[in-house]
């Protein structure tokens, strides 16, 4: 069992400034993480995941209006002043974000960029840093760390740069871990290294997680529970085994359909893949109602002006949409029909 909410998001909303005017990029967005918690965030790119991220540190662009509250430990980060965000920051959130090359300072060596930290939140002379920084980058698998801890990081590959993004995010040991898509670039074998080190460090640690991905196949195999993000709403939300034994969205399902069957891989079969049909829509040309009106099969007419009302559908599985009962008229979609 879990205990009290670390985390809790309630009817957050980002609203974002554009040449066209402000347009409401998140919409509503309310979940709550416990303590020791793995939470996924899955959609495709535009739909709001890596937002909701910066929302919760407060690095959201400049210009952006948020809404709603995120509590973490009891206070609301929202509205927050930056000195006090930056106490937070590093210390007891930490980040590892998309793309290491872009999060690492090509000018400094990577063993000040881990101690960075270190000195910041925690005081430590520039001699005990460098000695906790060495032990973080052996902890996170950098061959050779004595020797590279002075290299800068156009000397590592992408999956040593990530490894080295996770030693500074868990520098200080924070309370919350929230991973970007931090597999992006990186051949499958390095993939399974990288999330297989994040899960070991947050159980070392007891850390609670968010993991943002569009992969599916990630989420059902790190994390407890899992967010279905799309125009930046939350269309279904579950205990990830919940969710993927009776997929109650179509959006849900359409992601499923999309992935690569390991039947015919098996059987060398050449399968074409599954597709959502269109695009994710504009922000400024958003529906009124469902946000994915018109890419799904059952859009009605009352989806494009109807916003749908969440229904649980078993105790922690929710789903938001107007025709779950013509859905489930054909019966639920689950992960084993993927694989079959």
Not at 259 to 268: E, F, I, N, T
Request: hydrophobic content about 40%; some cysteine; charged content about 20%.
């Amino acid at each position: 069992m879990h205990d009290t909410p670390l985390l809790e998001v309630d009817q957050l909303g980002i609203t974002l400034p554009t040449h066209r005017g402000p347009v409401q990029a998140v919409r509503d967005v309310g979940f709550a993480l416990a303590r020791g918690e793995t939470l996924g965030l899955i959609g495709e790119s535009g739909s709001g995941k890596s937002l909701t991220a910066m929302a919760l540190l407060g690095l959201l662009p400049e210009g952006a209006t948020t809404q709603g509250s995120v509590r973490f430990d009891g206070t609301n980060l929202i509205g927050m002043p930056e000195s006090a965000l930056c106490k937070i920051r590093g210390r007891r959130i930490g980040m590892i974000f998309q793309e290491p090359m872009t999060a690492l300072n090509p000018v400094h060596t990577v063993g000040a960029q881990v101690a960075e930290p270190l000195r910041l939140h925690q005081g430590l002379s520039a001699r005990q840093a460098r000695e906790a920084a060495l032990a973080l980058l052996d902890r996170v698998g950098i061959p050779q760390p004595a020797q590279r801890i002075d290299a800068y990081p156009h000397q590592f590959s992408g999956g040593q740069r990530q490894r080295i993004t996770i030693a500074m995010a868990l520098a200080c040991s924070p309370d919350l871990l929230i991973a970007d898509e931090p597999t992006t670039a990186l051949d499958v074998t390095v993939q399974q290294q990288i999330l297989d080190l994040i899960a070991d460090l947050v159980d070392e640690h007891r850390m609670s997680l968010i993991l943002i991905s569009h992969d599916l196949g990630v989420i059902s195999q790190n994390v407890d529970r899992m967010l279905v993000m799309y125009g930046g709403t939350l269309v279904e939300s579950g205990a990830t085994q919940q969710v993927f034994a009776q997929m109650a969205h179509p959006y849900t399902r359409g992601l499923l359909a999309a992935r690569p069957r390991m039947a015919d891989a098996q059987h060398h079969a050449r399968v074409r893949l599954q597709t959502i049909p269109g695009t994710v829509p504009d922000l400024a040309h958003m529906p009124s109602g469902c946000p994915f009106a018109g890419r799904c099969s059952f859009t009605a007419e009352a989806c494009w002006t109807t916003r749908p009302p969440v229904r649980e559908l078993q105790p922690g599985h929710s789903v938001r949409c107007l025709r779950d009962e013509a859905i489930f008229a054909i019966g639920p979609a689950t992960a084993q029909e993927a694989s079959a």
